[in-house]
């Protein structure tokens, strides 16, 4: 197409400012590809707030609503219902004042809801777009399944074994805006023979993912994806196949350190080949904490082409909790007349009854009153007490050491049931080891 459309500007049917179109719809692409580099549909974009906010770094996490992206078998992890909306707008600024609307610019979109499902796994909708408007766009439309195997293979303390699926639709699709169709009519009004628009002006194609997530221990997690595994076919005339990808990492569960919480560092390679091009082999690199008993998340990253910084706030409601996740994208090797990638990720999490178990069990051994003691049954009879004879004074310090321990106070008691409801909150949010130094705080 773009052949035919190079031999149109040449004949003066197509201007110079309709080429700057198409060439902007490039662009998003180009800069996250290698210079000597052809263009390929569906590069990925850094789908998500959270994972694009630690550099890409997210195979080896892949715990929440993005998993489907980047790892299908994260969603067997999850104990939380989840729902996630995201906007971003890649290279603020980067805008092309020409076409019917008058303007064209690059947006991302995405919509995720997964569930666990107790005794079957994990299932997942996702829908992600790429958009430059009234020109060109490419959506995914994902169905994902997981399921942990370490419970139903073998058992184990500490390892835990996940694997999981995607089936993908892949359609892609061009608009061109009437002016330029003009250009390109013969006398009875069609598109000549020879036009560059005089094809399907969309082509869709499905595939399929695959990905294995592996917690050696409670520090080391692994994580594997292979993406786009048939290669799909998505030309809208001549073949163009979407390469297949493979992403590998590995997180360190570093827990808490001082005022942060959760401490996950975490390393990646992605490898993707288009065509006869050379590999795109990419490096990532990340972090994410969390601050304020899992109120505050801030997160870091980069790769070779990009800095990344992210940041969240949470809100637990009894029931359901509330996050909005942020990111920043800072282009290495497109520097000018942007402002950089932002997204925005507005999730709500739905607290399964698994989840409301585990609680009730916790809540279940935490005494707050001394136990009473048993009472005498009525038909014993009470055993003549014999006088003995008078005791020696006993000293102070020894009545004071032997004395009971007072019962709670109402101050004491509000304290300790406002340590309860952060440590439950915590659960809730999956920070099970400040939960339980919580929990263990009342014990």
């Known amino acids: 197409m773009m052949k035919r459309l190079i031999e149109s500007v040449t004949r003066g049917k197509v201007s110079a400012k309709h080429v700057l179109i198409f060439l902007l719809m490039f662009t998003f692409h180009l800069s996250l590809s290698t210079f000597n580099s052809l263009y390929a549909a569906f590069r990925d974009a850094g789908w998500g707030a959270r994972p694009s906010g630690m550099g890409g770094a997210f195979v080896a996490i892949a715990d929440d609503h993005n998993a489907p992206m980047w790892n299908p078998a994260g969603i067997a992890q999850l104990e939380t219902r989840e729902l996630a909306f995201t906007y971003g707008r ?4 980067l805008e092309l004042k020409t076409g019917e609307r008058d303007t064209t610019s690059l947006s991302l979109g995405h919509i995720s809801a997964v569930t666990p499902i107790p005794s079957f796994g994990a299932l997942g909708v996702s829908y992600a777009n790429f958009l430059v408007s009234s020109l ?31 089936a993908k639709v892949l359609r892609r699709a ?44 409670d520090t080391v997690v692994l994580g594997l994806a292979v993406k786009n595994l048939d290669n799909p076919d998505v030309g809208f005339k001549s073949e163009d196949r979407v ?20 401490l996950t560092p975490t390393f990646e390679i992605s490898s993707r080949k288009a065509g006869e091009q050379k590999t795109d082999l990419r490096p990532h690199i990340g972090a994410e904490t969390w601050l304020g008993l899992h109120t505050y998340g801030l997160r870091i990253g980069g790769n070779n082409r990009e800095m990344t910084f992210g940041m969240s706030y949470a809100k637990t409601f009894p029931r359901f909790a509330f996050q909005i996740d942020y990111s920043f994208v800072g282009s290495l090797t497109l520097q000018s007349d942007n402002y950089g990638t932002h997204r925005v990720a507005v999730v709500w999490k739905k607290f399964t009854p698994g989840v409301s178990k585990k609680l009730i069990e916790w809540k279940e051994k935490v005494t707050l009153m001394p136990e009473e003691p048993e009472p005498v049954p009525a038909e014993e009879t009470v055993p003549e007490i014999v006088p003995e004879p008078p005791l020696e004074p006993v000293p102070e310090e020894v009545v004071a ?8 106070t109402a101050t004491d008691q509000a304290a300790i049931d406002d340590i309860f409801k952060r440590a439950e909150r ?3 949010l999956r920070n099970y080891d400040t939960a339980k130094k919580g929990f263990e705080r009342i014990l």
């Open 136 to 166: 060109y766009q490419e959506d995914t439309f994902v169905l994902n399944y997981a399921n942990s195997l370490h419970d139903k293979f073998f058992k184990s303390d500490h390892t835990e074994l996940y694997v999981g699926f995607n």
């Open 174 to 217: 061009y608009s061109v805006d009437t002016e330029t169709l003009d250009r390109e009519r013969d006398a009875s009004g069609k598109l000549v023979g020879t036009s560059p628009f005089n094809e399907p002006d969309s082509k869709s194609a499905v595939t399929f993912d695959f990905g294995v997530l592996a917690k050696i221990n």
């Open 90 to 93: 890649p290279y603020m600024g």
């Open 426 to 428: 915590l659960y809730k």
């Open 401 to 408: 050491s032997t004395a009971p321990e007072p019962v709670p």
């Open 243 to 262: 390469p297949r990808e493979y992403r590998g990492g590995v997180t360190f569960l570093a827990k808490d350190l001082g005022p942060f919480e959760d």
